[in-house]
């Protein structure tokens, strides 16, 4: 689903990203946990190819870095769904028609776009909200949203960028559970957190990220 | 494509963004009500232009001593001069009567006899009726036997002759100026408010829309504000007409607007709004998603 070859990739002449190695398999779920500033958002750029790589070659579910044009990008997106930490909704529209524009973009008939919102919808619990506006739903409904949205166009892939980061521990549990289940049916994960809590509770293969490099990391046996 | 989606996306500002699409179209309407009332008086001084030089006529009188028969051969020898469309026998008579409707008083009162000469009123084509071509008639028509003078507005000519070119040259200028400033201040105030909407626009690339995708409803809704300003620019134009025809009537002789002009303010208006928007929504749109 994702193989890095030998990525590199500087900012300003800073290295952040140093000749990664980096595999996930299809229906995995890996955490991506470091330090702020460490370069795990850098990460998830180049898989959802708004970044390129100085050098190497990022391949994300049969796109590859070094080929894809510019406007090949937005049909590598719709096959990953992307999960952030600030949410990016589409603020001037409501809950319903957030999740409808993923499948607006892909052409999908009317009755086909309704019928897979109010599911979308169903499964992150929000069908009875799907009128509101973003603004007015709370943090953890709002990331629920932008879950919905992901899912909808039910990609193999789904990229996480600290989505629990603006949320309280019951809202953050709420939203491992959610993806735990969306992982369970397939999806692959591909989670950023510093949140070592939730990576203990809801345990999976971890990869860190330390000055440039990518190593596994064991999860320590407390208790 | 969405049709349907676009379509709704592209009037969505009525609802979503009243204040940026009002401000937009306020700016259309401006541009265009610069521009048009530009154009209506640049074409209107070429009609008054056009009418002066219509007034330039040559008079050449006659001697006293002529005969019906040499009076028709001059008639006809001054009408074989290139760049004449017609000439008006004005006899002794005539000339007397006009002294009287000129001055209010009988010619024959004040001198007993008619010292006025029979004339010829000469009418020039309408390529010949500036300073050089009428110098060269006035020439060849002083040369007839016969006449004894040729008179026409000298002067007049020459200053239209030079003045005009001046003035088109400058007013072209400042037409060009105010299209450019136009496009310029629209592209503007669509450009701030498609800024407004940047985060939606790169949230909408992550979400794997295409760049047409996410262009179409924006050049739509600049269209439609264009559209919408040309109409109401249209509509003030013709008010105002409507009000200088009824207020003003001796005005209206010389401005005319002609009714394909409101079509072609609002054709202006489309494009005006279609140039913004496409302008504009290029910036953004190459933007990458993350900042």
């Known amino acids: 689903m994702i193989d890095l070859q030998d990525v590199s990739v500087s900012f300003d002449g800073q290295r952040v990203l140093d000749k990664v190695h980096f595999s996930l398999k299809n229906g995995e779920f890996v955490y991506l946990v470091g330090p702020t500033g460490a370069g795990k958002s850098s990460l998830l750029r180049l898989l959802y190819m708004d970044l390129k790589p100085d050098s190497g070659t990022v391949t994300v579910a049969g796109f590859d870095s070094s080929k894809a044009r510019t406007r090949e990008i937005p049909f590598l997106r719709r096959r990953i769904g992307v999960v952030f930490q600030d949410f990016k909704l589409l603020e001037d529209r409501d809950v ?22 109010l599911l979308a919808l169903a499964d992150v619990g929000l069908s009875h909200k799907r009128l509101q506006m973003p603004h007015e739903l709370s943090g953890g409904e709002q990331q629920r949203v932008v879950i919905a949205r992901a899912i909808v166009n039910a990609p193999p892939l789904l990229l996480a960028d600290e989505p629990t980061g603006n949320l309280d521990p019951a809202a953050s549990n709420e939203i491992m559970e959610l993806l735990m289940k969306i992982n369970m049916r397939g ?15 809801f345990p999976a293969r971890i990869v860190q990220l330390k000055e440039g490099k990518l190593v596994e990391v064991e999860l320590k046996r407390e208790r | 494509m969405q049709v349907g989606y676009i379509v709704k996306e592209g009037f969505s500002g009525f609802r979503r963004a009243k204040l940026s699409m009002t401000a937009a179209i306020v700016t259309i309407t401006i541009s265009l009500l610069l521009l048009s009332s530009f154009a209506i008086l640049l074409l209107n001084a070429n009609s008054v232009v056009t009418a002066l030089r219509d007034k330039v006529e040559m008079e050449a009188f006659l001697a006293d001593s002529l005969t019906n028969a040499e009076v028709d051969v001059i008639r006809a020898r001054i009408h074989a001069v290139l760049g004449v469309r017609d000439v008006m026998f004005i006899s002794k008579d005539e000339a007397a009567k006009i002294f009287q409707e000129q001055f ?46 040729v008179i026409y507005r000298k002067g007049l000519l020459e200053l239209l002759d030079k003045r005009v070119t001046t003035a088109l040259a400058f007013a072209l200028g400042i037409g060009l100026f105010i299209t450019i400033s136009s496009i310029f201040l629209v592209a503007n105030t669509i450009r701030l408010a498609i800024y407004a909407k940047r985060k939606i626009i790169q949230t909408m690339k992550l979400i794997g829309a295409t760049r047409g995708f996410i262009r179409t409803p924006f050049v739509l809704e600049g269209l439609v504000q264009g559209f919408l300003g040309g109409v109401f620019a249209s509509g003030i134009v013709f008010s105002l ?46 933007e990458t998603v993350v900042q």
């Not at chain 1, 994960?189 to 939730?198: G, V």
């Not at chain 2, 009162?109 to 008619?114: C, I």
């Open chain 1, 96 to 117: 319903f028609e957030n999740v409808a524009f993923a499948l607006y973009v892909t052409n999908a008939r009317r009755s086909e776009i309704k019928k897979r919102v």
């Open chain 1, 187 to 201: 999806t692959a994960i591909l989670m950023a957190t510093h949140n070592y809590e939730l990576v203990r509770k």
């Open chain 2, 104 to 149: 209010g008083e009988d010619i024959y009162r004040v001198l007993d006899f008619n010292p006025l000469p029979a004339s010829f009123k000469i009418f020039l084509q309408d390529g010949y009726k500036t300073a050089d071509a009428a110098q060269e008639i006035h020439a060849q028509v002083t040369a007839i036997r016969g006449v004894e003078e």
């Open chain 2, 241 to 286: 007409f409507h009000y200088l025809e009824q207020w003003a009537d001796p005005l209206s002789d010389f401005l005319t607007v002609e009714p394909v002009a409101y079509g072609v303010i609002v054709v202006l208006g489309c494009l005006l709004g279609f140039l913004g928007s496409v302008i504009s929504i290029r910036r953004f749109i190459g």
